[in-house]
């Protein structure tokens, strides 16, 4: 058990806290936090006088010319440093940011581009630490990123340009691995640079607008989550530990009246108090709770994570299976008296919240892990029935059986899962290839020009494909760069040769080739979405992502106007079709059909649209 790490941050005054001539009420010492009362409060506030509060970590981030400043590494050494440690100990992990709006949580989670917050430090720190490992330790790791906003109490997706704020993503609850967003998008990253690009990309989709209280107020709660896989040999047994860090910037806790907002800014800050006030039900709850989990009152406590989608989706680091931090950041000014003192209350009940991290183990290595203990006991016994008597050896074999059953079985589940870990990594750590989820399939990317190949055996149940690297690549039936097998292939066939980019399909002597129906005997330059059959029979699409993000931008702007169809049934006879059967003309009317080839009774039509 693992009470919740609570620390504090001061900023310094703001320039409109200047303007209003604020004073500076707040003060630390080490980890405590002193707030005085201002002479301005009246009324029960001003009964209660100065309170004193303390945590785990005090930071006073008023003044840089003090020798006490805390500064964004001071909190990443302190904070950042844990996570990372708890995420390759295989637990899970959660740092967020909670405090009045303008008070800093933004800049202490993701900080600028000169000044890096948590968030890009703990990303960086990460990849760091998996090549320290890498280095020293036979270790396989494998890292996704997702991001999201709760806006309005619905989730959308910061990784898709094609974000609306429609019906938003549903969260649904999973039996044994707790609360998950369905159909949001999860990308396989090797290396720092693409974590950074995918923060960017999530940050510029993020909902903000200016406030009286904040120029860039974040009027959504985004969730940046890390799922971290590690596996390697322990005394030759296989390990594998699944980590979850998720990373949260809270919008700020608002009052109407001093935000002065209207319309669509009062709805969005309603909806932010209506999340931040379940969750700090939330915590009140589970600090009732106490340590053990044993309830200090009569009546069971009732945890209302369900009640808005922020607390539903952070079920785990609240009350369960996580390590995790809160940082609380509140403004130093007495014009904001009330609001911080409210956040050091809330602080300060966190701290009493009780977590049972504990380390996430892949199912099948622990199988295999069970097993092994059992030919262990096994051994033990076949060495105890082997100095009794032989008239009582019938029992022995039965021990004997047994052990070689389990071993078998610990050798092929080890066997399978060490195959499993090599051959996706082999494929996965080429940097031009790329697997993520998106929505209930999932998208093989490839930066590379490549070949997907076209299965005519209804039977098949894997996709094919073939990257093609700068230079030369050979293809044929044997002893060649890419291996197929198929009618009328030639052990050397053609020769695919990339340069800077471009593609070109050079046929060796004899050799069948066609490119979109037409037999190719020299050089040919291959261009996004040609059809390529080689022999008799086999099929392969070319697929350029450069020259296919070019069109698809041009198409978007009104410039590309022909539409080329392949592998289109586009009619059941030989003749052209009639302007009713072409597909994606739209309201645009036919220039010209030009059928390109036949392939087993279907037309393969290219379409020039007006």
């Known amino acids: 058990m693992a009470s919740v790490k609570v620390a504090v941050r001061v900023r310094p005054l703001s320039k409109r806290e200047k303007q209003l001539s604020s004073n500076v009420i707040v003060h630390m010492k080490e980890n405590t936090t002193y707030i005085h009362k201002p002479s301005s409060i009246q009324g029960d506030q001003q009964k209660e006088g100065g309170k004193t509060f303390s945590f785990d970590y005090s930071y006073d981030s008023t003044d840089k010319a003090s020798p006490t400043f805390a500064s964004q590494e001071r909190i990443f050494h302190d904070l950042g440093s844990d996570v990372l440690r708890a995420a390759f100990e295989g637990f899970n992990a959660c740092v967020f940011a909670y405090g009045q709006t303008g008070s800093g949580k933004s800049y202490t989670m993701m900080g600028h581009k000169e000044d890096n917050g948590l968030i890009p430090r703990i990303c960086e720190g990460f990849f760091k630490k998996i090549s320290q490992r890498s280095k020293s330790d036979a270790v396989s790791f494998r890292t996704e990123v997702s991001y999201l906003e709760i806006y309005n109490e619905r989730v959308q997706d910061l990784l898709k340009r094609t974000t609306t704020y429609g019906g938003g993503l549903r969260v649904r609850e999973h039996p044994r691995d707790g609360p998950y967003v369905e159909n949001l998008s999860k990308h396989l990253v090797h290396n720092h640079s693409d974590m950074e690009s995918l923060i960017l990309l999530g940050n510029a989709n993020r909902t903000t607008a200016s406030t009286s209280m904040n120029d860039v107020s974040s009027r959504s709660h985004a969730i940046f989550t890390i799922s971290f896989t590690q596996a390697w040999f322990d005394e ?11 990373l ?6 608002e009052r109407a009246d001093a935000m002065r907002n209207t319309g669509t800014r009062l709805r969005e800050g309603a909806n932010i108090n209506k999340s931040l006030v379940t969750l700090g039900s939330v915590i009140s709850a589970l600090a009732d709770l106490g340590v053990g989990g044993q309830s200090t009152r009569k009546k069971q406590i009732f945890i209302p994570y369900r009640h808005s989608v922020l607390t539903w989706l952070l079920k785990d680091s609240l009350g369960g299976n996580s390590v995790t931090t809160m940082i609380a950041t509140i403004s130093p000014a007495n014009v904001n008296y009330g609001e911080t003192l409210s956040t050091l209350r809330y602080a300060s009940r966190a701290k009493n919240v009780v977590n049972t991290p504990v380390v996430n183990e892949d199912g099948n290595v622990k199988v295999i892990r069970e097993l092994q203990a059992e030919v262990t006991r096994l051994r033990r016994l076949l060495e105890e029935a082997s100095q009794v008597p032989h008239g009582e050896q019938s029992s022995s074999l039965k021990v004997e059986e047994e052990l070689h059953q389990n071993e078998s079985k610990v050798f092929a589940l080890t066997k399978e899962w060490t195959s499993k870990w090599r051959e996706t990594q082999s494929v996965l750590q080429e940097e031009t290839v790329a697997l993520r989820k998106e929505g209930s399939g999932v998208v093989l990317d490839c930066q590379l020009p490549h070949l997907i190949g076209i299965d005519e055996n209804l039977l098949s149940t894997g996709i094919i494909l ?15 760069h890419s291996v197929l097998h198929g009618l009328g292939l030639c052990s050397e066939h053609c020769v695919l040769e990339n340069r800077a980019g471009t593609v070109t399909l050079i046929p060796q002597d004899g050799a069948l080739c066609l490119v979109n129906g037409s037999v190719v005997t020299g050089s040919c330059q291959l261009t996004q979405g040609a059809i390529i059959q080689l022999g008799k029979g086999t099929m392969l699409r070319f697929n350029h992502p450069t020259e296919a993000a070019s069109h698809a931008k041009k198409r978007q702007s009104g410039l590309l106007s022909a539409v080329s169809l392949s592998l289109a049934d586009m009619s059941r006879s030989t003749e052209t079709p009639s302007k009713s059967g072409y597909v994606g003309c739209r309201d645009s009317g036919v220039q010209s059909a030009k059928q390109l080839f036949n392939l087993d009774g279907r037309h393969i039509w290219e379409i020039s649209c007006t």
């Open 236 to 246: 030759e047994l296989p390990r594998e530990t699944l980590s979850k860090i998720h």
């Open 248 to 253: 949260v910037d809270l919008a700020g806790s």
């Open 466 to 480: 073939y990257y093609l690297k700068e230079g030369r690549t050979l293809i044929g039936s044997d002893k060649a």
